[in-house]
């Protein structure tokens, strides 16, 4: 399976952007002024605890009073009179955040990214016109950085927007999003990339998601509704020990990327109706049983794995995808046969490895972006169809079935380096190689019947010499017609 990584998230709420521009201008044009003495005070702590010396840039920091809106990164209101946000983005930043922290009253903005953080998170509680808080890690945690402690609750922050701790080393249990005086206006809540346990709170009090991402933590029990959350575009929960169903994102209209893969959760959803914007949903590697919902309602689908379950029924059909790359449903119980996938011109990967399908390959026609074909270890028969039609091909498996007839030519696919058409029944020549296009080891033709003629390119590709020994009893006798004992 090629793998489908989520780091790229949706970027903050257009809205939200032109905000936080608008604000980041107000300290260019703030006067010399003194902000009050508590203020410059949280920034001093800052500068102290921070390692200055290491920063990439600190202009001005550590200036008189009335130049703290000068200082690099430091945000104020139009007339200089509050600090409004301190934002500093791959600064080299080194430390703990002060505890002076929780006493900023007026702060509306912490961007602190990738940087290198330790030590707790002190309580926000107080900082009632926090929209922004961003304090994610810039190296690897093994490495011994990252926020540590408890996840601070956001009980009486109803303007924060975005509250983003991802690779850090917290733990404990996601606090409960307040049913009053709650974060009404919360749009973004991720906590990946943790050390978190327990089970994650309902949302119904947080209306206004448009994305959650919890993966790689320790979470378990079920994950709660997301009916309600018409605004979402992206969930994250992949990695943790989440059980139950999974959540049904039917109906949500804004919906666009969904990942619950390597979990422990054991029923499929039953309908994917009305996801106009859904191009992503990966639920690999849990004990999903059940069927997969039809995929009419899905038209911008581009990636679809729900490999490593136990899934039944048949495959869905693809003619109102269009858009499909990559598809996984290998290592269930599925049955029935192949859809058609002629003629998806965006389709790079189709996998259906491990089940049990029977009938026939579809047409392989006009596919001029698959890479990756694999339907082996199921029970299709008839013949392979001509491979022409997949110019970029780089894999090919279809071994362990019950196909007949001759191994389709390979000549003309120059990128192709892996080829598996063993354990069927395949009869005639080898086909045709490109020589040293196949990775060495990586093919194979046997078992079958095919006529031992030999071939150094066949030897390589599939490490065997000759190439046909596996493909009988007696390998060291050939005759043009095919095997014959001495």
Known sequence: MIPFRHSRRPAAAPGLARWLLALALTAVS??????????????LDFYADMHPEYWFDRSNWGGPAGT????????????????????????????????????QTQLKILRLPLNFFEGPIPPLDALVNLV??????????????????????LAGLSRLRIFDVNHNRLEGSIPPFPVENGPVALEQYIVAYNRLDGTIPSLDSAPTLTL??????????????????????FVGANSNQLSGPLPSIAGLPRMKEFYARDNQFDRMVSS????????????????????????????RLRVFYANDNALVGTLPTFEATPELVHFDASNNHLTGRLPEIAGLASMGTF???????????????????????????????GTIPV???????????????????????????????????????????????????????ATALCP????PEPSVQWDQATGETPWYQACTAFPDVIWAGGFEAP
């Open 212 to 233: 959650i991402d919890v993966s790689s933590n320790a979470l378990t029990g079920s994950f709660p509704s997301l009916a309600h959350l018409s605004d979402l575009t």
């Open 132 to 153: 922004v808080f961003e304090a994610t890690q810039q190296v690897n945690t093994a490495e011994g950085y990252g926020l540590t402690g408890p996840l601070p609750s």
């Open 448 to 451: 079958n019947h095919l006529d």
């Open 272 to 299: 994917f109706a009305d996801l106009p914007a859904l191009e992503v949903y990966d639920v690999a590697f849990n004990r999903l049983e059940g069927p997969i919902p039809a995929l009419d309602q899905v038209p």
């Open 351 to 381: 996998h259906a490895a491990n089940n049990q399908l029977s009938g026939g390959i579809p047409s392989l026609a006009d596919l001029p972006m698959m890479n990756s074909f694999d339907v082996s270890h199921n029970r299709l028969g």
């Open 30 to 43: 703030a006067a010399a002024h003194a902000v009050p003495a508590s203020e410059r005070a949280f920034l």
């Open 68 to 103: 703290e809106c000068t200082w690099y990164g430091v945000i104020c209101d139009g007339a200089g009179d509050h600090v409004l946000g301190l934002e500093m983005v791959r600064n080299n930043v080194w430390g703990t955040l002060p505890a002076s922290l929780s006493e």
């Open 387 to 441: 491979l022409n039609g997949m110019p970029r091909l780089g894999s090919f498996k279809v071994n362990d079935n019950h196909l007949s007839g001759t191994a389709p030519r390979v000549a003309i696919l120059h990128m192709l380096l892996s080829y598996d058409v063993s354990d069927n029944r395949l009869t005639g020549p080898p086909p045709a190689i490109v020589p040293g296009s196949i990775r060495p080891g």
